[in-house]
């Protein structure tokens, strides 16, 4: 079977996501699979970051394989982005009609035209639907794009176009389920997000950079973004001398950046930035509890975190807020709604015992990206016949 993901990032991303989990599935079910974007424009021309420049070189040279999938950047004269002109609808429904080289050319010569599976990932792979010829299409809804700031006003119209046109549809979590449904009812998927098997690994060696004064951690793995609520986590590392904080991932979000600078003079909380992913489990296997101190708002109610399955396989008790989608999951949580509620959260969690963590891990064995890879193959078989 030939697979191309429609994608918004790169297929060498340090922290994979879903997508990536599900394409290396593929891949290692037999599948000839290719991972399709994220698009370059002339407007990149004027961003050359690290990961622009990385695109660049992937384009001129025709693509790039990795771990025996191959990537295709492709190069359009028109971008769906949030600027004037560019961030039209009709921008979103044909960012792929105006490519250099011509996108089905591409596909050709790469032997994935026709295709037998279209994973779409984000509303611009409209213009895929009519472009590349397939048996099967699928939409994966993670995220309620229209409540990003800094995205086109419209995306929320397209999000729902793509709902009705694509076979059928994954939905990450409860939220974006109804949503869906409010646009269709049939052939719409809940399937959550998972972890991988590595996380539940034997003790790797701890890291040399793990706090070493001798108190439990407190670990937050993620990404530092508008969800991050830093001021409960301040008001738990003022309270909490006896407990260290430890924030690894990048910062995203460059508002919280003085905030986060005058908090990092306590000597109980270090920020490390990025880590490898692959040495994830490390920090976690050494942590006493993992964070999510996200915001509750209209985005994080529709959030279905990674990080709640990588830390109770790792046998950490999670505090977090009431999120809609973990209370929906029925898992273990130390649920907290305000500052004061998070220092009690807190020291709950420190209490939990061997058979509790257990439980956890146990329930973590029942979230794998594998489990959900089956499923996945069982709604393709349905559609098949």
């Not at 694509?166 to 869906?180: E, M």
Request: with cysteine; aromatic share 12%.
């Amino acid at each position: 079977m030939k697979v191309i993901f429609a994608e918004s990032h790169n297929l060498d991303r340090p922290d994979p996501l879903g997508s990536h989990q599900y394409i290396r599935l593929f891949k290692e079910d037999g599948h000839d699979c290719l991972w399709l974007g994220p698009a370059l424009s002339p407007l990149h021309l004027f961003k050359p970051d690290a990961l622009n420049r990385h695109r660049f070189r992937i384009w001129r040279h025709g693509g790039h394989r990795v771990d025996g999938i191959d990537w295709l950047v492709p190069f359009s004269f028109l971008f769906y982005y949030n600027l004037p002109f560019l961030r039209s609808n009709y921008i979103g429904r044909n960012q792929y009609r105006f490519c250099l080289p011509a996108l089905n050319n591409k596909l050709k010569n790469s032997g994935f035209y026709p295709a037998d599976l279209l994973w779409c990932a984000g509303p611009v792979a409209l213009s895929l639907l009519d472009l590349i010829p397939h048996n099967l299409s699928c939409y994966r809804l993670a995220d309620r794009l229209d409540k990003f700031r800094r995205i086109p006003p419209g995306v929320g119209e397209l999000q729902k176009e793509m709902i009705r046109r694509v076979d059928f549809v994954l939905a990450t979590s409860q939220s974006l389920l109804d949503w869906v449904r409010e646009v269709r009812t049939e052939e719409v998927y809940y399937l959550p997000n998972g972890v991988e098997d590595h996380f539940f690994e034997a003790a790797l060696e701890k890291p040399a950079d793990f706090p070493a004064d001798g108190k439990p951690v407190a670990v937050y793995l993620g990404t530092l973004d508008t969800r991050f609520d830093l001021e409960t986590l301040a008001h738990g590392v003022l309270a909490m001398k006896d407990l260290h904080f430890l924030l690894i991932g990048p910062l995203t979000d460059k508002n919280l950046k003085p905030a986060l600078q005058i908090l990092l003079k306590e000597k109980n909380i270090t920020w490390l930035g990025p880590r490898a992913h692959r040495l994830a489990p490390a920090y976690l296997q050494q942590a006493s509890l993992g964070l999510i101190p996200f915001r509750l708002n209209d985005l994080t109610e529709a959030v279905n975190p990674i990080k709640y399955y990588e830390y109770l396989a790792c046998g950490l008790p999670v505090v977090a807020p009431p999120l809609r989608e973990l209370g929906a999951m029925r898992g273990p949580l130390y649920a907290y709604r305000n500052r004061e509620g998070f220092v009690v959260a807190l020291r709950e969690a420190l209490r939990a015992g061997a058979k509790e963590k257990e439980a956890g891990r146990n329930f973590a064995r029942q979230q794998t990206w594998r489990n959900r890879f089956e499923d996945i193959k069982a709604i393709m078989t349905r559609h098949q016949h």
